[in-house]
């Protein structure tokens, strides 16, 4: 972790930003004048760039109360946190930032080292989830939360990414739904490859509500495609209940023209 930290901060330390940009004050900073939140922000990043850290911390901590429209202040934040070790603070902060200046170079670039960090943040609680699997098992899950897992290919090797496809869709579509959280695509893959279940994210009806109890989702949603018949797609999709025995609640098969 500590290597990795170092060598995302070393390839992320050297842009530049403007201190001042903003958008309108938030009404709740009004306290302060617009350019003493500029100047509260300026100083906070020469103190980082000057190696001190703590202040930097402290006062980057501040500007974000008060000014927290301005968007070098997460991305410091971020690096800040990344060399404390406190990977999760430093994921939120990226991701805060990459919402408010999406399409900039540095965005881009910060996606990248996302998404590696996302997938050690993964890795770890994989192997928490599975070294304390007999306690959680036998916790409750969360009931406004649903894990999706790939569809297994029952069918041509052709149909193989659309197996990933509709799993996105399905996610896309869940994580519109008001008050329902949709479990992390990359923590789920992590947790199926620490159980040996494989890469593909293969969870039938009797595994899956296991997989939903260590990830704390009440639901979890899986199942099959194949072009058994030419050129017809059949889809079979079951939702489990992690919380019951039998598991499975609800199955639907759907069939129609491949293309």
Not at 184 to 197: C, F, G, N, V, W
Request: hydrophobic share 40%.
């Amino acid at each position: 972790m500590r290597i990795v930290a170092a060598a995302l901060i070393c390839c992320l330390a050297g842009f530049a930003f403007c201190t001042t940009g903003f958008s309108a004050p938030a009404p709740e900073a009004a306290t302060l004048t617009t350019q003493e939140k500029q100047e509260l922000v300026r100083k906070a990043v020469a103190s980082y760039e000057r190696g001190q850290w703590p202040s930097a911390q402290t006062a980057l901590e501040k500007a974000q109360t008060a000014f927290p429209e301005n968007y070098a202040v997460p991305y410091y934040l971020g690096l800040i946190y990344l060399k404390q070790g406190r990977r999760s603070d430093a994921i939120a902060q990226w991701q805060r930032y990459i919402t408010m200046d999406p399409n900039s170079e540095n965005a881009l670039k910060i996606r990248k080292n996302l998404t590696l960090l996302l997938r050690q943040e993964a890795q770890d609680f994989a192997r928490q989830a599975v070294a304390e699997q007999s306690t959680l098992i036998r916790g409750r899950a969360d009931d406004k939360t649903v894990a999706v897992t790939s569809f297994s290919n029952l069918g041509s090797e052709k149909l193989g990414p659309l197996g990933k496809g509709m799993a996105a869709m399905l996610i896309s579509d869940l994580s519109k739904v008001p008050d329902l959280k949709v479990v992390d695509r990359i923590r789920l893959q992590a947790l199926l490859q620490e159980m040996k279940l494989g890469t593909t994210g293969l969870v039938d009806a009797n595994t899956a509500p296991k997989v939903g109890k260590l990830l704390k989702a009440r639901h979890v949603t899986t199942g099959s495609l194949a072009d058994l018949e030419k050129d017809n797609l059949q889809i079979a999709s079951v939702v489990v209940d992690a919380h019951q025995r039998a598991g499975l609640i609800s199955s639907q098969d759907a069939r129609g023209q491949l293309k």
